[in-house]
């Protein structure tokens, strides 16, 4: 379940990064719930706190993992040690087993002589000879004290192996425990690897989130938006200077991209609006004049070079009816481009274009430095601001859609 939320999260902000390169710079919105800059700068210092708190107990985890490595290490030297003694233990039974059987020998030995000696012949023999009779007893106290030793030590030799024979059992209950041991500190370990495993996610997510969060500071301070000064109107105030609508009033009759024209499919390299003709088409930009021509299909068309927010635009106005500007001249957005066209100037009504059937405004968009028309065809962007949906209209210059 916090793998599946991680992963969630870590998509979302994939896709607020994607759109902040996809989009066009004007449309970057916060993904924060930030209004301002200012509350963006602290966002992203909570952010940088989240993230050090999270490497902190990563490294928390990670030392835990470590530690519990060397609790395993410990525990296996520990094995090591009791299978040692173990060893030793048996080896002392196996020693005390060989002492008990030549002791048991012994004493065997030594009992035969005793009844030897205590038999009724020797007995005599002895009992005739005074000097020997103390010789005798001698003898005898002497075999008896033999296997009272003998004896004595039969019963240290049954204790050490009752000893050793417990050593064993305590040793093999130690090792048990050991292993018990081992297996609880790896399932630890794996627990704490599946938490580091998780702390990571959260890292890429929060590292992610921080790239996207001084990506949009940045953003926003190129754009010159004051620090308590609400984004919203801020891109609303900035993006009206960078883009401004070229008529005051329009309607979206064509959309950018592909449409299908009497049952075919063309891609539309702008957007169509929807304005009277003979309307007065202002310089959406400020920039430069490239070139300004005629053709059988656009009519008058006028390229105009623009950098807005730090990156170049072309920006195309075809179906004029007349052209007011002129190659290298510099434009504003107050500059007039041309009157608008598409109706007179179309081939169905005795004009020239063959590709507009009614009064509109071309417009087109390229993100690049220009260098040729193939060149603008291949940076063609949907021009930014406008509403997406065909039909819908726009009514001022700065109104702009997301
Ligand atoms: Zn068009």
């Given amino acids: 379940m916090k793998k599946l939320s991680v992963g ?49 107990k990563k490294e928390m985890t990670q030392s835990q993992i470590n530690q519990k490595n060397k609790d395993i290490a410990n525990a296996q030297g520990e094995i090591k040690n009791s299978e040692a003694k173990i060893e030793e233990a048996t080896n002392n039974i196996k020693t005390s087993e060989q002492k008990i059987s030549e002791y048991e020998a012994k004493t065997e030995e030594v009992m035969a002589f005793y009844q030897l000696m205590m038999g009724e012949n020797s007995y005599l023999e002895f009992v005739t000879d005074s000097s020997s009779m103390t010789e005798l007893i001698m003898r005898i106290d002497a075999v008896e004290q033999l296997i ?43 627990e704490l690897e599946t938490e580091k495993l998780a702390l990571s996610d959260i890292s890429v997510g929060i590292n992610e989130e921080i790239k996207l969060q001084q990506a949009q500071i940045k953003n926003f301070e190129q754009m010159g938006c004051g620090e308590n000064e609400n984004l919203d109107v801020c891109v609303a105030r900035i993006g009206s200077n960078g883009w401004l609508k070229p008529v005051p009033k329009g309607r979206i009759n064509s959309l950018f991209g592909y449409r299908n024209v009497a049952g075919q499919s063309s891609n539309h390299s702008g957007i169509d609006i929807g304005i009277n003709e003979g309307t007065e088409v202002l310089s959406s930009t400020v920039g430069t004049v490239i070139t300004t021509f005629r053709t059988n299909c656009g009519g008058n068309q006028v390229y105009v070079q623009s950098y807005v927010d730090g990156k170049p635009y072309v920006v195309l106005y075809a179906h004029l009816k007349s052209i007011s500007v002129s190659a290298g001249q510099q434009i504003n957005q107050q500059t007039r481009i041309g009157y608008s066209g598409g109706y007179s100037t179309s081939t169905l009504h005795g004009g020239y274009d063959r590709c507009t059937t009614g009064a509109h405004l071309h417009v087109s968009v390229s993100q690049t430095v220009y260098k040729s028309y193939s060149n603008f065809v291949a940076h063609l962007i949907n021009p930014p601001g406008y509403p997406k949906t065909k039909g819908a209209y726009f009514y001022s210059r700065t109104q702009w859609f997301d």
């Fill in 8 to 56: 969630i999260i870590n998509l979302l902000l994939i896709i607020s990064i994607l759109s902040l390169y996809i989009l066009e710079p004007m449309a970057v919105k916060a993904a924060s719930s930030a209004t301002t800059l200012a509350e963006l700068r602290q966002e992203l210092k909570q952010l940088q706190a989240q993230k050090q708190s999270n490497e902190k």
């Fill in 148 to 190: 009272k030793y003998n004896q004595d030590q039969l019963v240290t030799l049954e204790d050490l192996i009752k000893d050793n024979e417990q050593k064993q059992v305590e040793l093999k209950k130690y090792q048990n425990e050991l292993n018990q041991n081992i297996d609880n500190y790896e399932k630890k370990i794996s």
